[in-house]
């Protein structure tokens, strides 16, 4: 009888967690997609409401900023440029985009940041790819291959 019991717990357990799953979908439906439900957030009505106001933002001087990850084969990219973005691309790998610091970054700073992921060395090791950053053609932050540190840099 404590074998029927156990599974029966066991059974309605499951069945609990599937419902809970289920329900902490972010209210839309399994049909709406991450990125329907990304717009619809109140984050994102706010700044989307802000713009269609009419209210301007001061930019500073804008800078090509370009960012590049180096190596050879597959890999995977984390950064913040024009927006924050990870992306599974082919090695070596580069994006540029012409940006400025905007409102209180013109203070502070905007900050770039690369995040590369690991390469595959001729002798098996996986370490972390190289990256840099460049700024209207200046080479600003650079980092070897085996480097274990994203690259970032803070212009105004």
Known sequence: MGDVMHKTLTGAAFVAAAVLLTGCGGGG?????????????????????????????????????????????????MYTLEKDNFEQVTLPWKKTATIAARGAEREVGRLVILTPGNVTRP????VAAGCSITVDGKTVVETKEGESKPCSYTFK
Not at 123 to 126: H, N, P, S, T
């Open 123 to 126: 002798d098996g090791r996986l």
């Open 29 to 77: 439906g399994a049909d709406e997609s991450a990125a329907e439900s990304k717009r619809k957030s109140p984050a994102a009505q706010r700044s989307h409401t802000s713009e269609d106001s009419g209210d301007t933002v001061e930019e500073g001087t804008p800078h090509e900023v370009t960012i590049e990850v180096k190596g050879t084969g597959a890999g995977s990219v």
